[in-house]
Structures are given as structure tokens and as C-alpha cells.
């Protein structure tokens, strides 16, 4: 079945990065597109972007270009996103989520969450 | 950006009908999809492009679009669907999502 698995929580001081992995398994992992998506606690949901796992290829959300960054491994199967120049209001759970093969922009799957705190 | 409205909350009896909606603009031109969150876990998608269920999705979650709403409708509501749900679209190359809208199961 599909998993994905991320890493643990994590916590961080203002102005620094934190590095979020997301694990796949249980299918084949070039065909689907990877989002992140995070929840401030008690909020709703907010799109991060998308990598393509195949080419690498991504697209980021207008309010995080310059603080995001997704990459790939593809012998591990194993996707990242690195969020730089932390505030307290990223204070929220990251999770990954795939789409579907057609490449439509909905989330199928979803990754159990990593929380991540910035405070001083 | 284009915006989507859910009522903050909704409450429904056991055993009755209950609709989420998501309004915004000419909405019914665009696909929608919808998901469940209940506290501590993670989002699941409970329908997608409308008006399909994802296969272990019960019948009793359909779904519709046109105009300027959709809607999420929860027939014959079991205490197991109280949750938060969001709705979500993609537009103009980014994904919003609904603001959410806590059922309630009386």
C-alpha cells in the first residue's frame, strides 16, 4: 500500500532553516507529483508547491518562492522540503501529499505530518 | 487570488443528511475536491473532481458543483464523520483550499 513516512518533529530558532523528509513506498515513485502542505495549528490549510519526482522539476507557491526548496532522491525514493528564514508564524505541520498519476493537483495520499516549532 | 467561503461550522442529527458548501466565483467551471480531517491526523481526500469517490469512501459522501458553490453532502451522518472539511481547487497555477468547516454529529 502507499506510505509515506516523514521525519520527526522538529524545533527551530527565528531566522533558521529546517529540512523535512518524506519517504515513499508502495508505488512507483517517478509517476506521481509531491506536494507540501502545512497547517497552522488550529488553521487551515496552506499550499507550499510540487516536485515532480521524475525530472525534479518544481513549482512553488507565489508566498514561499525564495524560503522553499524541494528535492528529490530517487534511489531512496525519498523527497525533501527545506524551509529557510524561519518566523514564529511557521509555527505549523508539514506534510507531503501525492497526487494523482493523471497529474491532476488534488491529494490522494498524505504523509502523517511533521511538526515544526520556531521559537527563540 | 481566488478565494473559496465554508461556513465555519455545521451540525447535523444522527442519521441525517448534512451539506458543506464552498462558494466562489463561477466555481462550477472549475473541479473541485474535498477532504476530511479529523483531530491529530492527517487530511483524506473524500472526493475529487466533483463528484468521485475514492475507492473505501462510503456511497453516503456525494458531491456536486455548479454556479458559484459546490457542495460536499454527508447522507444519513454516523458519528465516524465528524471532522473538519476542506475544500480545494487549482487556479491560476496554484492550489487554495477552503477555509474548513467543522461538522458537527448531534
Known amino acids: 500500500q502507499v506510505q509515506l513516512v516523514q521525519s520527526g518533529a522538529e524545533v527551530k530558532k527565528p531566522g533558521a532553516a529546517v529540512n523535512v523528509s518524506c519517504k515513499s513506498s508502495?508505488?512507483?515513485?517517478?509517476?506521481?507529483?509531491i506536494h507540501w502542505v502545512r497547517q497552522v495549528p488550529g488553521q487551515g490549510l496552506e499550499w507550499m508547491g510540487v516536485?515532480?519526482?521524475?525530472?525534479?522539476?518544481?513549482t512553488y507557491a507565489q508566498r514561499f518562492q525564495g524560503r522553499v526548496t524541494m528535492t528529490r532522491d530517487t534511489s531512496s525514493s525519498t523527497l525533501y522540503m527545506e524551509f529557510s528564514s524561519l518566523r514564529s508564524e511557521d509555527t505549523a505541520i508539514y506534510y507531503c501529499a501525492r497526487g494523482p498519476s493523471t497529474g491532476w493537483y488534488y491529494f490522494e495520499d498524505w504523509g502523517q505530518g511533521t511538526p515544526v516549532t520556531v521559537s527563540s | 487570488s481566488y478565494e473559496l467561503t465554508q461556513p465555519l461550522s455545521v451540525s447535523v442529527a444522527l442519521g441525517q443528511t448534512a451539506s458543506i458548501t464552498c462558494g466562489g466565483d463561477n466555481i462550477g467551471r472549475i473541479n473541485v475536491h474535498w477532504y476530511q480531517q479529523k483531530p491529530g491526523q492527517a487530511p483524506v481526500l473524500v472526493m475529487y473532481k466533483d463528484s468521485n469517490r475514492p475507492s473505501g469512501i462510503p456511497e453516503r459522501f456525494s458531491g456536486s458543483n455548479s454556479g458559484n458553490t459546490a457542495t460536499l453532502t454527508i447522507h444519513r451522518a454516523q458519528a465516524g464523520d465528524e471532522a473538519d472539511y476542506f475544500c480545494q481547487v487549482w487556479d491560476s497555477s496554484t492550489v487554495v483550499f477552503g477555509g474548513g468547516t467543522k461538522v458537527t454529529v448531534l
Open positions: 508502495g508505488y512507483p515513485f517517478t509517476s506521481h507529483y
Open positions: 516536485i515532480y519526482p521524475r525530472g525534479g522539476d518544481t
